[in-house]
């Protein structure tokens, strides 16, 4: 059955976000046990990262991170700030996110965005990590980002939305950029066609759960148990197997953990 398919990623999901829908998320756990997934557990706010550190204290296949989105940049960015960085002295994290900019739900003010997403770029260079970028409508402004600033780690563009030519500048400095459930829609057939072409060895899945879920259950709410959906489209748009999409995911996954 195609939903036992062992070993697969799921490089960006929100347990706790699936808990106030009501899933029960020991069970989602359980299951990725039995089929040996790994994956990251991403944080959403800044003042969560113990909690969630102890919740997956039995899961050590499950990595953790941590950031203020942009869905932070209302108010008291500083104090923020300050909370996630006390957090991360004391809690381990293989990333520093997700951060980004957000022209779609337009947060707070622009500047407010930028400010939070700087601010944490430097963390992250400080502590020697990775960051993963959430990217909504703000292709303009990463490309001017990309152009002016240096990473210590080469992250993830998560749930890539983007276009081709922040793709190919992200890949440039060595970005991976990670796929969700949009991947299996139809209608998006630009993001298939730049998907098939991309360097395979800069490519993750994940879920985003529990939004977006992929086809055919579109609507439902997502669980890191629905990637095998996007892995069997991701496979069938580059004409490899499921079995080779599964071993290429793995081998990023652990190249991005192991840098
Ligand atoms: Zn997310």
């Known amino acids: 059955m195609q939903t036992m398919i062992p070993h697969l990623i799921d490089s960006h999901f929100h347990l706790r976000s699936m808990q106030r829908k009501g899933i029960d998320v020991e069970s989602i756990l359980a299951s990725m046990q039995e089929l040996s997934m790994e994956g990251i557990e991403i944080g959403l706010d800044c003042g969560d990262l113990a909690e969630r550190t102890a919740m997956l204290e039995p899961y050590p296949f499950i990595k953790l991170s941590a950031g203020i989105g942009p869905w932070g940049a209302q108010d ?20 520093i996110g997700e951060i980004g900019l957000d022209n779609y739900h337009k947060y707070g003010t622009v500047e407010n965005q930028q400010y939070l997403l700087a601010r944490q770029i430097e963390l992250a260079n400080r502590l020697g990590k990775p960051v993963i970028f959430h990217n909504r409508e703000a292709d303009s402004q990463f490309i001017s980002l990309l152009g002016r600033t240096t990473f210590a780690k080469r992250g993830i563009f998560h749930c890539y939305q983007g276009g081709g030519e922040l793709a190919r500048l992200a890949i440039e400095q060595g970005f991976y950029l990670s796929f969700a459930g949009p991947l299996t829609y139809k209608a998006n057939k630009g993001m298939q066609d730049l998907f098939a072409s991309l360097p395979i ?14 086809n055919p259950v579109r609507g439902k709410a997502n669980t890191p148990l629905f990637m095998h959906y ?16 599964v071993l290429q995911v793995r081998a990023n996954f652990h190249a991005f953990l192991d840098q």
């Open 76 to 95: 008291s960015l500083d104090e923020q700030l300050a909370v996630l960085e006390n957090q991360l002295l004391k809690n381990e994290v293989v990333a």
């Open 201 to 214: 060895e800069h490519i993750l899945l994940e879920t985003d759960s529990p939004y977006l879920s992929p």
């Open 230 to 245: 996007i892995y069997a489209c991701a496979a069938q748009l580059r004409s490899i197997s499921l079995e080779a999409m």
